[in-house]
């Protein structure tokens, strides 16, 4: 399960709008103030990647398409050293703890994002990030209703003319990527194509100007065309000489760790902590097993767990009904303080995210003031898959399991977290735009465990086995990462490590371990668990008779998403160890 919000890593996509405006523009003076640096960063970015300023509600950015060339990237990469040395410069005596702490999280995004297109260079080596990132560009057109359709289908076949210029550029750029890389993006293709055949003109059926139609369907045949031709390069040409290591390297994931979520334990370390919670989860699996059933085994009462599932034509109306149940747990027991009365909307996951995403929350960025629904989006199982494989698929998504993943998703895990950062007017520009994703995911992740510890569902062992299902994912998911990428560990032997310590079906361990090869710190999950429940462990200390779960999420969430670090420093008032 994962949040929509881009992440550091997805700035690094689109290095640059124009290569002109990249070289084009002086870099800050340094010092300079710091708001202005802020705000002069941001734009920067969101000039390199418009996407994710259409995404955050600055739709001034939304008829323009990344560009993916050389130059372009070159440039974007001096802009971005020359801003590292400009909040550097700054004196952070000169700040105010609030700005001292936005100053990090910012030189922590552009370390991170140096180190993406300097060092690991996925730009390079994945041939899935071109066609999802401008398929990316025209869906966040589409899913949202901020202007008129006439409007939005301008800005669709502004984007759409640019598309096979840079899918072309993605040709040239590719090199030696690993053989699951393109085979990934084979995968993916099929959606992305139907994407532009279907779901871009079904959003625009009402547009009746004849003009702007025939100039659409020229763009958007050209779009489907330049796809078709990128799948037969990556079959014909990329695929053959696809023979490069997925792995990046130990150096690599340690500085994405300190960088990504300002995280500096040792790997050999970070090992042993993620070994230590999967025997943890594994034995209360156990136990829990036993309350279920006596007589049967951990793998017998799975069995019986997953045989208690939604049709593929349920699945989606089961979890909406399960939306509102636990919103009001969260009222009646004061858990946390839930703003506003709107609920998230639950759809089918988009086509060209179905092949690594199991569900996700799709909420509208910060900034967004007129289209402010949000998805809690859900993958059916492919109907084109035999049925025994549709079956297996389904078992994963049993009743008790739907309630975790409707957690983690919505209440009170991300879409909690969106609400209460959309709804905070003292929020600096640095936490609303910058996700720290041991934050984010890591709290959605805590919330599954604490909703049951609270009493939700009264004590049912079945919740609990399957909160329990999805915390050894998330522990194998923290394994599989670092020795993907660090020890070598195979895909083959990935798979098996998810389906015999995770207990997780072999379909599903196979789409984590395709996800794993290209997601290598996929531990944030446990990893960002971890953290909050020492934080809330520190913070009970700290405040003694006067602590309530209610006043410690509610400091807990108001802070944003930044690395976990800076939020325990905000409510501890000091730099304690965060595991």
Known sequence: MQSSKPSRWAWAIGWAAAATF???????????????????????????NPSFGTYAGFHEYDTRLENFSQPARTAWIAKLKAF???????????????????????????????LELDRIQMWKRNPDMYPSAVTGSIFKLVKRDFAPPAERLRSVIAREEQIPAALQTARTLLSNPPRIYTEIALQQLPGNVEFFKTTVPEAFAEVKDPALLARFKRANARTIAALGRYERFLKTDLLPRSKGNFAIGAESYRLKLLYDEMVDIPLDRMLEIGYAQLRKDQQELVQTARRIDPAKSVREV?????????????????????????????VDKRIITVPGDV?????????????????????????????????YNITLPDPKWPAKRQEDYLRGYN??????????????????????????????????LITANSNAEGWAHYTEQ??????????????????????????????????????????????????????????????ESK??????????????????????????????????????????????SPPIKIVRRELLGDDSPSL
């Open 450 to 511: 604490m909703m049951l510890d609270e009493g939700y569902g009264e004590g049912d062992p079945k919740l609990r086995f399957g909160q329990l299902i999805d915390a050894l994912l998330r522990d194998c998911r923290y394994i599989v990462g670092i020795q993907m990428h660090t020890q070598g560990m195979t895909y083959e032997q990935a798979v098996d490590f998810f389906v015999k310590e995770g207990f997780q079906q072999r379909v599903n361990a196979e789409i």
């Open 22 to 48: 990249a070289v084009g523009v002086p870099a800050p003076a340094a010092p300079e103030a710091y708001t202005q640096l802020v705000d002069a960063y941001f734009k920067a970015t969101f000039e390199v």
């Open 302 to 330: 799975l069995a019986l767990v997953e045989d208690d599932h939604p049709t593929a034509k349920e699945l989606i109306p089961a979890a909406q009904k399960q939306l509102d149940a636990l919103r009001q747990f969260l």
């Open 399 to 432: 009743y008790p399991l739907l309630n975790t993943v409707s957690v983690h998703e919505v209440w009170p895990g991300h879409y909690t977290q969106f609400l209460w950062v959309k709804n905070n007017p003292d929020l600096s520009k640095v936490r609303k």
């Open 343 to 375: 609920q998230a909307q639950v759809t089918e996951t988009p086509p060209f995210l179905r092949a690594l995403t199991f569900a996700s929350m799709d909420t509208p960025g910060p900034y967004e003031s007129k289209a402010t629904e949000a998805y």
């Open 515 to 560: 996800r794993g090869t290209a997601d290598p710190t996929f531990l944030i999950y446990t990893l960002g668990k971890l953290q909050i429940l020492k934080l809330r462990d520190d913070y009970r200390q700290k405040m003694g008779d006067q602590f309530t779960l209610l006043e410690f999420h509610d400091r807990y969430i108001k802070a944003g």
């Open 84 to 114: 590292m040395k400009s909040f550097e410069a700054i004196d952070p005596a000169s700040l105010n703890p609030a700005e001292r702490n936005d100053r990090e999280i910012v030189l922590a995004s552009i370390r991170s994002n140096l």
